[in-house]
């Protein structure tokens, strides 16, 4: 505590006490999950995850209830509305204000504060405290705060009014920062959807449309050409045997484009090579190596155009050699076709050794028919990415086939103006990057005002006020509204402890029939089982032991009772 006033002075009228001084500190907890009776009720529940991406200051609920009983057989304590809940645990450090009453996972330590503290003043602390939380915290596989040790970290009080002031100055100074942060972010929305725009005009052939006026150049011309090379090629390797198998990739069919006549339209089948790893030789990470052929997965696009080497593993060479369709070779497109990355792509521009890929990606080559940079950029245009979510919306397990890359059909300009499109595109795209760099990095300095601006609040340096209050009587007031709080509590428990016993007292159908001197509803019994609330498993544990009752009609319903030779 000492050391913790140490790092700065407060200003007059001021003083350090710590959390728990200002509140009570309550730990959350976990209903059994085995249990079905304690989940689906009307108690909002808080975990640690529901906070994750979470910006707002005050949660109504979570993603999971919790019931009465399930608050009633487990830690979970019912925090009122106001209470403030700090994340101790995967991650420490999330915080939010209860909106309504609600419970925690115990991956919170909570504070109910006082009536003379300001809850949003705590909040707004508590955002500044997780480096000063995970110092105090421990433990192995993660870290975890204390209650103990999350009670002891240092509080700033000062008079309730200097309070509400500082929040007030806060929220309006947060609040144009997220104006401001909301701005920021629609241009980089509108940067992402000119990306897109840009890639329809290139490949509709917009971006060239005065270029090519004066030019003579003709696709269509160029497909047959390589056409009939391909031809060539394969019946001088048919006559000249020299392999026993020979690809037949002459047989491609195409047209000229009804828009623009130098541009021809094809399917990508037999224009370019698609390979990926045959099922029967897929990989387990025991066969990963510390030296050999590089072995990428979709990591390596993680990093823009660029193919990035990085995050590679090592395969044997043995394993590599077996499958000569995939070895990659300099300006190869990779194109991730499962998982969650589909749709993920990448160019090879330097390739530092002999490398392979795992079995989620395709390996593309453009081949003399395109520039590989403009199939590149296909690939990560508008029609391929509305494939890419067809397939996401219409399986759990989203899949792109060869098939589905083959069946493409685009238009195809000539090479040189291939190389134009890209020429543009590249220098557009250089722009779009700077921008959104600018955006990123004001961002970052929005999140480091705000840092600033906490810092300066509960250093007393964010606003100027006079006070003649004494902060060390209203630290006895809150001392003696705590008091008062917990003997309340403590009156509530024993209540709470004299209902627990009675639900305890419940017992099987079986059982209760076996005690029971006479036939007994089936309304009474579902009331005395431990069934009550949850008619299916009562019905449920009926049908088990169906065979062991016998039915007593009476003038106004049917009665049970065991067989005589169970009882």
Not at 28 to 41: A, D, L, M, R, V
Not at 62 to 87: C, M, W
Not at 341 to 347: N, S
Not at 367 to 391: A, C
Request: hydrophobic fraction near 35%.
């Amino acid at each position: 505590m000492k050391e913790q006033q140490e790092k700065y002075n407060l200003p007059e009228g001021w003083i350090w006490t710590t959390i728990d001084e200002v509140g009570i500190v309550v730990s959350g907890g976990t209903p059994s999950t085995k249990n079905k009776e304690f989940w689906g009720g009307d108690i909002a529940w808080i975990t640690p995850a529901d906070l994750s991406g979470y910006s707002e200051k005050y949660i109504l609920k979570g993603s999971r209830n919790i019931t009465q009983i399930g608050l009633d057989y487990s830690s979970a304590k019912l925090l009122p509305k106001g209470s403030v809940l700090f994340s101790s645990r995967a991650p420490i450090g999330y915080v939010v204000l209860a909106q309504n009453t609600l419970t925690t996972s115990q991956g919170f330590k909570n504070l109910i504060p006082m009536n003379q503290v300001d809850s949003e003043y705590i909040y707004y602390y508590f955002l500044t405290l997780k480096s000063q939380a995970e110092q105090v915290a421990s433990g192995t596989t993660f870290l975890e705060l204390s209650a103990k040790s999350f009670s002891k970290l240092p509080f700033p009080l000062c008079s309730l009014d200097e309070q509400r002031l500082i929040v007030s100055q806060i929220d309006l100074l947060f609040s144009k920062l997220d104006e401001a942060k909301k701005g920021l972010r629609t241009a980089n929305s509108s940067l992402k959807i000119y990306r897109q725009a840009l890639l329809k005009n290139a490949f509709e052939g917009q971006l060239t449309s005065n270029w090519r006026k004066d030019l003579r150049i003709d696709a269509y011309q160029e497909l047959t050409d390589i056409k009939r090379k391909r031809k060539y090629k394969y019946d001088t390797e048919v006559n000249n045997k020299k392999r026993k198998k020979i690809k037949i990739d002459f047989e491609f069919s195409y047209e000229r484009d009804n828009r623009i006549s130098s541009w021809a339209v094809s399917n990508l089948d037999n224009l370019i090579d698609i390979n990926a790893r045959i099922g029967w030789r897929g990989l387990t990470k025991k066969e990963y190596t510390s030296e050999g052929a590089l072995f990428l997965s979709v990591h390596s696009l993680n990093y823009g155009k660029n193919v990035v080497f990085k995050d590679a593993n090592f395969i044997s060479i043995q394993r590599y050699e077996e499958s000569p369709e995939i070895q990659l070779k300099e300006n190869d497109i990779l194109l991730c076709k499962d998982g969650a990355g589909i749709g993920k792509v990448g160019i090879i521009k330097k390739l530092p050794d002999i490398a392979t890929v795992n079995s989620s990606l395709l390996v593309i080559d453009a081949r003399e028919v395109f520039n590989p940079d403009f199939l590149y950029y296909f690939f990560l245009g508008p029609d391929m990415q509305r494939l890419v979510n067809e397939k996401i919306s219409g399986s759990a397990i989203p899949h792109l086939f060869q098939k589905d890359i083959k069946k493409f059909k685009l238009k195809v300009p000539p090479i040189l103006e291939q190389d134009k499109i890209v020429e543009i595109l590249e220098s557009r795209f250089t722009l779009v990057d700077n921008l959104e760099k600018t955006i990123d990095n004001v961002l970052n300095e929005i999140i480091a005002l705000k840092h600033s601006i906490l810092k300066k609040a509960f250093e007393g340096r964010l606003v100027s006020y006079t006070s003649n209050e004494s902060v060390e009587n209203l630290l006895n007031d809150i001392q003696e509204e705590k008091r008062l709080y917990l003997e309340n509590q403590k009156e509530m428990n024993r209540s709470k402890s004299k209902q627990k016993k009675k639900m305890e007292e419940k017992k099987s159908i079986l059982d209760i029939l076996k005690k029971s001197d006479s036939p007994i509803s089936a309304q009474e019994l579902w009331e005395k089982s431990t069934s009550e609330g949850d008619i299916e498993r009562f019905y449920s544990e009926i049908k088990e032991i169906y065979h062991q009752i016998d039915e007593v009609k009476s003038k106004t319903e049917s009665l049970l009772t065991l067989k005589d030779e169970n009882k």
